[in-house]
Protein backbone atom coordinates (compact mmCIF):
# COMPACT_ATOMS: atom_id res chain seq x y z
CA UNK A 1 0.00 0.00 0.00
CA UNK A 2 0.96 3.50 -0.71
CA UNK A 3 1.19 4.34 2.83
CA UNK A 4 4.45 1.93 3.47
CA UNK A 5 6.46 3.98 1.15
CA UNK A 6 9.25 6.21 2.63
CA UNK A 7 9.67 10.03 1.11
CA UNK A 8 12.02 12.32 2.65
CA UNK A 9 12.24 15.86 1.25
CA UNK A 10 13.84 18.91 3.02
CA UNK A 11 15.47 22.43 1.79
CA UNK A 12 17.40 24.63 3.17
CA UNK A 13 17.98 28.12 1.84
CA UNK A 14 20.28 30.82 2.50
CA UNK A 15 19.87 34.55 1.21
CA UNK A 16 22.05 37.64 1.89
CA UNK A 17 21.91 41.05 0.27
CA UNK A 18 24.10 43.90 0.84
CA UNK A 19 23.62 47.70 -0.46
CA UNK A 20 25.86 50.80 -0.54
CA UNK A 21 25.70 54.55 -1.22
CA UNK A 22 28.89 56.49 -1.55
CA UNK A 23 29.04 60.14 -2.53
CA UNK A 24 32.06 60.44 -4.11
CA UNK A 25 31.20 64.16 -5.15
CA UNK A 26 28.37 66.98 -4.74
CA UNK A 27 27.08 65.98 -8.21
CA UNK A 28 28.61 62.24 -8.46
CA UNK A 29 27.38 58.84 -6.59
CA UNK A 30 28.14 55.26 -6.40
CA UNK A 31 25.51 52.50 -5.48
CA UNK A 32 25.94 48.92 -5.30
CA UNK A 33 24.06 46.22 -4.20
CA UNK A 34 25.46 42.44 -3.50
CA UNK A 35 23.68 39.59 -3.12
CA UNK A 36 23.87 35.47 -2.84
CA UNK A 37 20.83 32.78 -3.03
CA UNK A 38 21.97 29.37 -2.15
CA UNK A 39 20.08 26.24 -1.33
CA UNK A 40 20.39 22.55 -0.97
CA UNK A 41 17.35 20.66 -1.49
CA UNK A 42 17.32 16.71 -0.74
CA UNK A 43 14.80 14.39 -1.81
CA UNK A 44 14.49 10.75 -0.73
CA UNK A 45 12.34 8.12 -1.32
CA UNK A 46 11.84 4.24 -1.15
CA UNK A 47 9.10 2.16 -2.39
CA UNK A 48 9.25 -1.07 -0.12
CA UNK A 49 8.43 -4.77 -1.69
CA UNK A 50 4.54 -4.11 -0.44
CA UNK A 51 4.37 -1.69 -3.25
CA UNK A 52 7.03 -2.48 -6.20
CA UNK A 53 7.60 -6.17 -5.48
CA UNK A 54 11.37 -5.23 -5.65
CA UNK A 55 12.09 -1.87 -3.67
CA UNK A 56 12.85 0.84 -5.43
CA UNK A 57 15.23 3.91 -4.11
CA UNK A 58 15.48 7.17 -5.18
CA UNK A 59 18.24 9.81 -4.09
CA UNK A 60 18.13 13.90 -4.95
CA UNK A 61 20.50 16.04 -4.42
CA UNK A 62 20.49 19.77 -6.02
CA UNK A 63 23.12 22.22 -5.03
CA UNK A 64 22.45 25.71 -6.19
CA UNK A 65 24.12 28.70 -5.71
CA UNK A 66 23.31 32.57 -7.09
CA UNK A 67 25.56 35.88 -7.17
CA UNK A 68 24.53 38.93 -8.25
CA UNK A 69 26.16 42.60 -8.35
CA UNK A 70 24.41 46.11 -9.35
CA UNK A 71 27.04 49.24 -9.61
CA UNK A 72 25.58 52.50 -10.63
CA UNK A 73 27.02 55.64 -10.90
CA UNK A 74 25.14 58.89 -10.80
CA UNK A 75 26.00 62.27 -12.42
CA UNK A 76 23.64 65.05 -11.62
CA UNK A 77 24.45 68.83 -12.78
CA UNK A 78 21.97 71.83 -12.73
CA UNK A 79 23.81 73.85 -15.55
CA UNK A 80 21.82 76.37 -14.85
CA UNK A 81 17.78 77.86 -13.83
CA UNK A 82 16.73 75.88 -17.18
CA UNK A 83 18.78 73.16 -18.08
CA UNK A 84 19.98 70.33 -16.08
CA UNK A 85 21.70 66.61 -17.12
CA UNK A 86 21.42 63.30 -15.40
CA UNK A 87 24.02 60.42 -16.30
CA UNK A 88 23.59 56.64 -15.28
CA UNK A 89 26.47 54.28 -15.96
CA UNK A 90 24.74 50.91 -14.69
CA UNK A 91 26.80 47.49 -14.78
CA UNK A 92 25.03 44.59 -13.43
CA UNK A 93 25.87 40.34 -13.57
CA UNK A 94 24.31 37.79 -12.50
CA UNK A 95 25.75 34.15 -11.96
CA UNK A 96 24.15 30.85 -11.08
CA UNK A 97 25.26 27.29 -10.39
CA UNK A 98 23.41 24.13 -10.34
CA UNK A 99 24.40 20.92 -9.29
CA UNK A 100 21.73 17.99 -9.54
CA UNK A 101 22.59 14.48 -8.69
CA UNK A 102 20.24 11.64 -8.98
CA UNK A 103 20.63 7.74 -7.61
CA UNK A 104 18.34 5.27 -8.35
CA UNK A 105 18.63 1.79 -6.62
CA UNK A 106 16.06 -1.34 -7.07
CA UNK A 107 16.45 -5.29 -5.95
CA UNK A 108 16.96 -4.58 -2.36
CA UNK A 109 17.19 -8.01 -0.63
CA UNK A 110 15.80 -6.16 2.38
CA UNK A 111 13.46 -2.96 3.17
CA UNK A 112 15.34 -2.70 6.46
CA UNK A 113 17.40 -0.25 4.98
CA UNK A 114 15.80 1.96 2.15
CA UNK A 115 17.38 4.97 1.03
CA UNK A 116 20.08 4.53 3.38
CA UNK A 117 22.08 1.97 2.19
CA UNK A 118 21.91 1.93 -1.60
CA UNK A 119 24.31 -0.49 -1.69
CA UNK A 120 22.14 -3.46 -0.70
CA UNK A 121 20.57 -3.08 -4.12
CA UNK A 122 21.74 -4.67 -6.86
CA UNK A 123 20.53 -2.51 -9.84
CA UNK A 124 22.09 1.60 -9.73
CA UNK A 125 21.71 4.46 -11.78
CA UNK A 126 23.28 7.39 -11.46
CA UNK A 127 23.14 11.25 -13.01
CA UNK A 128 24.74 14.08 -12.47
CA UNK A 129 23.91 17.03 -14.48
CA UNK A 130 26.47 20.44 -13.28
CA UNK A 131 25.50 23.52 -15.04
CA UNK A 132 26.39 26.84 -14.79
CA UNK A 133 25.03 30.35 -16.42
CA UNK A 134 25.71 33.90 -16.66
CA UNK A 135 24.22 37.04 -17.44
CA UNK A 136 25.70 40.54 -17.86
CA UNK A 137 24.38 43.58 -18.63
CA UNK A 138 25.74 46.94 -19.60
CA UNK A 139 23.30 50.81 -19.27
CA UNK A 140 23.93 54.08 -19.85
CA UNK A 141 21.57 56.59 -20.02
CA UNK A 142 21.56 60.53 -20.18
CA UNK A 143 18.55 62.74 -19.32
CA UNK A 144 18.91 66.41 -20.48
CA UNK A 145 15.78 68.51 -19.19
CA UNK A 146 14.96 71.56 -20.28
CA UNK A 147 13.09 74.28 -18.53
CA UNK A 148 11.20 71.62 -16.12
CA UNK A 149 9.20 71.03 -19.05
CA UNK A 150 10.96 69.14 -22.00
CA UNK A 151 12.79 66.04 -21.54
CA UNK A 152 15.21 64.29 -23.61
CA UNK A 153 16.58 60.68 -23.20
CA UNK A 154 19.19 58.63 -24.80
CA UNK A 155 19.83 55.27 -23.33
CA UNK A 156 21.85 52.52 -24.50
CA UNK A 157 22.08 48.68 -23.25
CA UNK A 158 24.63 45.61 -24.06
CA UNK A 159 23.55 41.71 -22.61
CA UNK A 160 25.05 39.15 -22.77
CA UNK A 161 24.41 35.33 -21.94
CA UNK A 162 25.79 32.07 -21.46
CA UNK A 163 22.49 30.54 -21.84
CA UNK A 164 22.68 30.91 -25.74
CA UNK A 165 25.85 30.34 -27.23
CA UNK A 166 29.32 28.86 -25.33
CA UNK A 167 30.94 32.55 -24.22
CA UNK A 168 29.43 34.76 -26.26
CA UNK A 169 28.94 38.07 -25.31
Given at each position: AVENNIQDNNENRLAVNGY???????DLVFNS???????DAHN???NPF???????????????????????LTY???INEKNNIKVDVIQESVNERFDNTLIYASNFFTDL??????TVASVYKVSN???SRQLNSD???????????????LSYRADGTSVFQKDKW
Open positions: LNYDISKSAGIIKANSYITSSIGIANVRNIYSTKLFNTNRTKDVSYNDLSPQLGRINYSLLDRYLLT
